[in-house]
């Protein structure tokens, strides 16, 4: 782990599928809504994150979708705790990240990183992008001596395609897949296990959106990087993972392998979000029969009895407001969080729906 | 800091193009070679000086502007060039020491109340609001009750005055850059407090103290002398700008010259802060920089183009 | 100003009214680099009742240019060409002529609801406010009985609540309804959307989708629909006018752009999408997924437009040594139906005979 000018980590280590780098359980992040005025009291909580249990494995792609506001992004925050959880746990490589003091915490920052979704934001306009890359570097010691610094910055922009006559120039000069790039170098300085990629290609154009997944995908293979595709766009996050995990309302609902998940979605939820995607395809944009769902997601602040999407489920029966839904095996790994496939104290839940 | 950046930026060359950036624009230029003026004169007054500071002459009383004095003389005969070019020190050590104690002290209460937020921001904020909601004047006369009078003391007396403006600036700087993604980004990398506050934060939030520097000088030379006037700041009979302008005043229908003189010298010392001020804001800003280097060679190049042709 | 981009007039596609009618639309601003050619000799029609989908990504123009024909671009911007909005050019009216088109004959729908509403008034005084100045409705009573069915029509549940409720009070999607029930108040003949359903979730967005559509299968309205999403393209337009660098690089129908794509830049754009479902291997499990063919490099800047064809310096056919100094004429190639498929390239139709993505 310690392989200080060993860039490339070898061929990717063998996979055991029960590997787990990343494993979060009953993880909640909530925020406190606090009443205006003086006193401040606080009144309830955005149940951002609100009880996930994940499993991410080592040297694995696993994409996390949802929509805006389902806590996808709070989740890949709180697994490296740039947001602190208040409740469950996260265990990085054996450790309980939520329990490290700050000299530990820093050091995890070495091995678990993340790339920002706007490149344009994520980059300090003052530092020359040289200096943006050094960073990591600076903070954890590594190369220490200006020229070995340099020389290990000339080396990452190189990984990442970019010129590395370029790292005495600033973020402004870039455009914004270059500066992407370049928030990738900098989250890989320290040679990471795991790297969160927080909606890493949504503010690109298509055609840069296609070299940076290509990036990340040639990146995450040759380095064996443990990666999370955190992102709304489900095409992307189907293209570049190898399993797939599907939030709503700040719980993880459905959890497949990559293709059975695009092929048979098990959730009615990401059945709905599946059937949404506009194909680039008239023929089958004319074809397909779309599932559209009625209302908006509700408040996290104000989070459904029971199963969270029920209110907008077109199976909704019975059991859905009386009882929260665990995420159970449905086959084959394939996990979803639906009374649909079974409730305990009814026969046959099909038969009662609407 | 600087040091560890040295590989990835060749600093040296950065500093001086930016400084040729900076002296290409006219009215930097203009503000640079005054306040060069205007420190040589202070560093060799005794030398510049036609006479003493306090050479009285009471035949040549209120005399006029002319050969023999420049900017006439004042109500006791004392010439008031000698006078303004003995009063640059006065009026430059008091804009910049004033300026300098508030600038470091109110830019730290801020970067600190606007970083760390909660309490901190509350308690600090909260102290520099008390200091803020007496009246300028009144609090700096009080320091200076406490300190006892004099030009050393009536700077102190400016800076503390001042430091709330910069606190609040700073601090509404910061709040705004705390939560840009690249902050934290940095932080993700597992960059530590001291090293968000000062590599990131603070240069980001620089442009809005530069420009309030740049006002706080004009002011600080303002207060001196309404505190010299009172007799609170610099004890007569040594000249100060502020000061011969507050007594200049009674004589200003009689003898313009004793008031004007001073008057003149103060504006253009603040304007050549300011303009300086404008200036350095700009450059410091790679992107506006980049765009001042693009626009100095399009018209480089225009110059320099035959006419007729079209890009 | 030598441009060799020659349109041969293109009537309405159909058989309804032409509703706008564009023509050798430019816009070039100067700037602090230097002049920027930011739309260069556009081009089309939209005809009532049909969507006519502008494509490109950003900086490509297909904004401004619809910004142009409303006369919302700054005032230093120097618009050319003709824009007959039915029948009379909307670039030549006055200030005063185009506030009452944009109220009344075209209604706008922009990415961000929450900057085209304004924050401290409420939903039924934005909405009554446009009836009112308009002539719309008879009084203050009348012009609210016609907001709340407005708010009916896009779908907003307890439109009458929903009047005194304030844009901030509602979720993204149900704002973009209020827009897009702001932009039908005026009943226009034309309606723009410009990215608007870009900031919305692909579920809200389906429901957007599907609103418009059924709102203009019952009014006729025409739509042009700016956006850089061909998902969303595939979905609703009937044309397609492909963007790049402020050039139509390509136009034709929906099904002759998606199925047989002649020019280099759209076949890119279309190989750059990564699918959403698998193709299956030879042995029926998912087949390992290869690359995305990216389009290397970035969109030349408006400043300093290539000499020859604007996506020649990343193109990777570049078919014809003329590509690099001359600029290809939008002509037509391969197509099926009575829509003329055009693209402006030199060797479109050889092209449309590969594959995408080979």
């Known amino acids: 782990m310690n392989g200080s000018g060993a860039q490339v980590r070898g061929v990717q280590q063998v996979r055991d599928p029960q590997d787990v780098l990343v494993r979060a359980r009953g993880l909640q992040v909530h925020f406190p809504v606090r009443s205006t005025g003086l006193r401040r009291r606080r009144t309830g909580a955005v149940r951002a994150v609100d009880g996930v249990d994940l499993d991410v494995r080592r040297g694995e792609v696993l994409g996390l979708v949802g929509e805006s506001g389902c806590g996808k992004s709070t989740l890949g925050n709180a697994l490296l705790r740039l947001v602190e959880p208040t409740g469950g746990s996260v265990e990085f490589d054996g450790t309980d990240v939520t329990a490290l003091d700050r000299r530990a915490l820093r050091a995890l920052r070495r091995r678990a990183v993340m790339v920002f979704q706007d490149p344009y934001a994520s980059l300090d306009p003052r530092l020359t992008v040289g200096q943006t890359i050094a960073e990591p570097l600076q903070v954890h010691g590594l190369h220490p001596g200006a020229a070995a610094r340099a020389a290990r910055v000339a080396q990452l922009l190189e990984l990442v395609g970019v010129d590395p006559a370029a790292a005495s120039r600033y973020p402004h000069e870039f455009s914004g897949g270059q500066r992407q790039r370049v928030g990738i170098a900098r989250a890989l300085a320290g040679e990471p296990d795991f790297v969160v990629c927080d909606e890493a290609i949504a503010s690109l154009d298509v055609s840069v959106q296609a070299q940076v997944l290509n990036l990340l995908r040639s990146l995450q293979r040759r380095l064996g990087l443990t990666l999370l595709f955190v992102s709304h766009d489900l095409a992307a996050v189907r293209h570049l993972s190898d399993r797939i995990a599907v939030m709503y309302l700040g719980r993880v609902v459905e959890v497949a392998d990559a293709a059975e998940l695009s092929r048979s979605p098990q959730h009615p939820y990401t059945q709905a979000l599946l059937s949404a995607v506009p194909l680039p395809s008239p023929e089958l944009e004319r074809a397909r029969e779309r599932i559209v769902l009625t209302g908006d997601v509700p408040s996290a602040a104000r989070v459904p009895s029971g199963c969270r999407f029920r209110t907008r489920c077109r199976h909704a029966f019975a059991p859905c407001p009386e009882v929260d839904p665990a995420l159970q095996d449905v086959g084959g790994g394939h996990t979803a969080a639906c009374h649909l496939h079974g409730v305990v104290g009814l026969e046959d839940p099909r038969a009662v729906r609407t | 800091m600087s040091a560890a950046a040295a590989p990835v930026r060749p600093r040296r060359n950065r500093f001086l193009a930016g400084a040729r950036l900076l002296l290409g624009s006219p009215p930097a230029l203009f503000a640079a070679l005054v306040l060069v003026g205007v420190v040589l004169v202070a560093l060799f007054d005794d030398q510049v000086a036609p006479s003493g500071a306090n050479d009285v002459d009471v035949q040549q009383r209120l005399q006029p502007p002319g050969a023999g004095h420049w900017f006439g003389t004042d109500d006791l005969g004392r010439d008031v060039l000698s006078r303004v070019v003995l009063g640059a020190k006065v009026s430059l050590q008091v804009g910049v020491v004033a300026v300098g104690f508030s600038l470091v002290c109110g830019v730290l209460v801020g970067l600190f109340a606007g970083f760390y937020g909660r309490w901190l921001d509350t308690a600090l904020m909260r102290l520099m609001d008390v200091l803020f909601a007496f009246p300028a004047m009144l609090l700096a006369i009080a320091v200076i009750a406490i300190l006892g009078p004099g030009t050393t003391n009536a700077m102190i007396a400016i800076g503390i005055t001042y430091t709330p403006v910069f606190a609040r600036v700073t601090r509404a700087a910061v709040l705004g850059v705390r939560e840009s993604v690249f902050v934290r980004a940095s932080r993700s990398v597992g960059a530590s407090d001291p090293r968000l506050l000062f590599r990131h934060v603070l240069p980001n939030a620089l442009p809005p103290i530069i420009v309030q520097t740049s006002v706080s000088l004009a002011f600080a030379v303002l207060a001196e002398a309404a505190l010299s006037f009172v007799g609170l700041g610099t004890q007569p009979p040594a000249p100060s700008w502020g000061r011969m302008l507050a007594e200049g005043r009674g004589y200003v229908d009689l003898a313009w010259w004793i008031a004007v003189f001073p008057g003149l010298a103060i504006v253009v010392l603040v304007l050549a802060f300011n303009l300086l001020g404008d200036g350095l804001r700009d450059v410091l800003d790679p992107q506006q920089r980049s765009a001042l280097e693009a626009a100095r060679a399009r018209s480089g190049r225009r110059r320099r183009r035959t006419p007729g042709r079209t890009s | ?358």
Request: a negative charge; one cysteine or more; glycine letters at 14%.
């Open chain 3, 1 to 358: 100003m030598t441009d060799p981009v020659t349109d041969p007039v293109t009537g309405p596609a159909h058989g309804g009214g032409t509703v706008l009618d564009v023509r050798d639309l430019r816009v070039r601003v100067d700037t602090a680099r230097g002049t920027a050619d930011i739309v260069n000799g556009l081009s089309y029609s939209v005809a009532a009742g049909e969507t006519v989908a502008v494509v490109g990504e950003s900086g490509s123009g297909k904004s401004v240019s619809v910004l142009a024909l409303l006369g919302l671009l700054p005032g230093h911007a120097r618009v050319s060409g003709t824009a007959a909005f039915r029948g009379r050019d909307l670039l030549a009216m006055s200030e005063a002529e185009l506030r009452t088109v944009r109220g009344n004959g075209i209604g706008m729908v922009f990415q961000d609801p929450m900057t085209s509403l304004n924050p401290v008034l409420t939903v039924g005084r934005q909405l009554t406010e446009g009836l009112l100045a308009h002539g719309r409705a008879g009084g203050r009573k009348a012009a609210r009985a016609r907001a709340a069915e407005l708010l009916a029509d896009v779908g907003l549940p307890d439109p009458r609540g929903a009047l005194d409720r304030y844009p901030h009070e509602l979720s993204g999607g149900m704002r973009q309804r209020v827009v897009i029930a702001i932009a039908l108040s005026g009943d226009p003949a034309l309606l723009i959307a410009d990215e608007a359903t870009t900031a919305l979730d692909v579920t809200v967005q389906a429901q957007i989708l599907e609103l418009v559509a059924g709102l203009q299968r019952e009014r006729g309205t025409g739509v042009v629909w700016i956006t850089h999403d061909l998902g969303v393209v595939a979905g609703t337009a009937d044309r397609v006018l492909v963007m790049y660098g402020g050039r139509c690089v390509e136009d034709g129908s929906v099904d002759d752009v998606f199925e047989a794509p002649a020019h280099p830049y759209t076949r890119g754009l279309l190989g750059a999408l990564p699918a959403l479902h698998d193709e299956d291997g030879a042995d029926g499990a998912p087949a390992e997924r290869p690359d995305l063919v990216a389009i290397g490099g970035t969109p030349p800047p408006p400043t300093d437009l290539p000499p020859g064809c604007v996506f020649w310096p990343r193109c990777p056919v570049r078919g014809d040594e003329r590509c690099a100094t001359e600029q290809p004429p939008l002509v037509p190639v391969r197509g099926s139906g009575p829509v003329p498929h055009r693209a402006a390239t030199f060797y479109g139709e050889r092209l449309q005979q590969t594959e995408v993505g080979a």
